[in-house]
């Protein structure tokens, strides 16, 4: 067994990078180690192009096992099931950045398994998965035109730090991860607290410098280690062929494209020309591919191209979009709160043909989801669904659940909101924000985010700031690179780039970076913070129209919610044997739930006002000491021959003897009294074991 191992520091420990042990039948594998954390990669490639794939079959998948952590899964079959939100996200991390360095053309089914060995409470494993897959590949015979690395940057006492700890990224103002190469950046995903955006610039620098120690032991780690990359053969179409086609449609698709700006329109037309052409056999029956005629697939591919080139050159030669826009222009916007009647809150954002509707649910203490990680168990009381129906884009689909997409954009959304939600404390409300986009055709987690914080305004939710997001492309070639705002899908399929950046006026709270080209500069970046921060401010101007800040009252539909702090030493007493008391108290004020942390802080729910008031009334007086000489509203709940015992405060009780029940002399107590009966009474003393003592007639005439 030969063991190949590099090593290079990594922030404040080391990372470790090992092949030749585990998974030796996999084209490549490696194992990334960082503390106790480690991460096993491998990779490997399908031999022959499956029949009909016109398209690139790269699948990343990425597992956290949880006995890594010494933990046994929860559920019933106490196994790992379908994958988690974050082993998705980290998937979805793990492929973009990759993506754009394999060969153009190539077909065949390319598969990255990350599974999580072991995991220390310290480092997360995500970015360990990223540098290793591209080592994996490095050292594998598959076709990489790498290496690429990545890194996390956290802020402690204002400085930044690579690869962070959990608890040092609970107190971070920012969160980033940054892939890329020598030359520049290749994929951005972060958060902040409303950063600025010069911080923001200083991090890509800083993120891009840290970064090229683990690469350049990937490339050392190839050196000793790695395998003779395989020929793969891509098939290319003849350039004669490539010619007649665009001989045939180049002028009738230049008509189309610059006459015509609606999408549907512009769609409608390109299928009528392209079925002209696949409908003239004499297009390709004289061509020959290999041993195969060219087929219609072909003459699409060419037609790709051909649209390509149309967009691209109407940028760089007239600075003219696929719908008319200037280059830094957004689409015409509008919005609308309030529009649903029954919902919490609701709101309605339109940007060109991409429409998001925002819909809130306002939700208690028990709504919250349970969130089980390797590092632990989490509690979130901020929700974001993102929902993506097909005929949103005027197709037909079976519904099915989330996918990764809609995962992804979720997440993106939900991080760039999560910076201005108010805390616990001052809003002790679950929140679910539901995004359905309704129309799309570009930037719909962009139109999430706008959508989602006007309606959580409309919700009364007392957001920090209101937030919007706005996206930014990239065309380019070897001479030139324009950055363009506000893409829409034509221009993501076709563009280099998809630069979604989220925020408030204050600053970003969200930030995506996708590229389809090797990497991006970080002198350009930086450009494209700038554009994206004009495009925000714009949008969230018009956004300050319809709501300017948070409405004052919450939906009457909504529950209520309070907070009560409760003395530690009479939680049991609130509680009551077996929880008695807590559910007499809801039974009999109407609350929807009381429930009480270990420090005592108890949120009572309720569905309405009348009911909240009840109980929190309830609960003040249940925690009020009794004051002697002080009068009550006292209820018989017991009569004995020698008095009648009354509940006088909630969960007191004393005793009214028979002497102190009249003026005049009582033989029985039933005489005068029945049970139920309720009537005033002065807290006459507290005995020496505690017990009080009541009296009926020692009740001042004006009370």
Known sequence: MSITRVEVPYGDNTLVIETGKLAKQAAGSVVVSCGDTMVLVAACMAKNVRDGIDFFPLTVEYQEKTYSAGRIPGGFFKREGRSTEKEILTSRLIDRPLRPLFPEGLKNEVQIVATVLSADDQYDPDVLAIIGASAALMVSDIPFDGPISAVRVGSVDGKFVVN??????????????????AQGIVMVEGEGKEVPEARVKELFAFAHQALQASREIQKELQKKAGRAKVEVKIKALPLEFIAKVR???MARLTEIFNGITDKKERENKGNELFASLTADMAVYAEFKKGDAEISAKDVAAVFEILQYDLIRKNVFE????????????????????????????SALFTRGQTQGLGVITLGTKVDEQLMEALDGVTYRNFMLHYNFPPYSVGETKPMRGPGRREIGHGNLAHRALKA????????????RLVSEILESNGSSSMATVCAGSLAMMDAGVPLKAAVAGISIGLISDEKRSVLITDIQGMEDHFGDMDFKVAGSLKGVTAVQLDL???????????????QATEGRKYILGLMDKTLTTHRPALSQYAPRI????????????????GGKTIRMIIEMTGATAIDIDDDGKAFVSA?????????????????????VGQVYDATVVKIMNFGAFCEFMPGKEGLCHVSELSDKYV???NEIVKMGDTFKVVLKEVDDKGRYNLSRKKVPANS
């Open 607 to 627: 569905p309405n006002q009348e009911s909240l008031d009840k109980v929190t009334k309830y609960l003040s007086s249940l925690l009020m000491e009794p004051e």
């Open 562 to 577: 309070a907070t009560i702090q409760i003395p530690q030493d009479r939680i049991g007493e609130v509680i009551g044997p």
């Open 164 to 181: 962070p700890t959990y608890a040092q990224r609970k107190d971070s103002e920012l969160d980033f991860i940054v892939a890329g190469d």
């Open 516 to 530: 389809k080209i090797r990497h991006i500069q970080v002198d350009l970046l930086n450009k494209a913070v700038d």
């Open 420 to 431: 201005v939600m108010p805390e616990p404390e001052d809003f002790p409300y679950t929140v």
């Open 667 to 669: 033989k029985d107590p």
């Open 318 to 345: 007239k600075s003219v979009r696929v719908d008319g826009r200037g280059l830094n222009e957004i689409r015409a916007i509008s919005s609308e709160a309030g529009l649903l009647p029954r919902t919490h809150g």
């Open 247 to 249: 001989g045939l449609a």
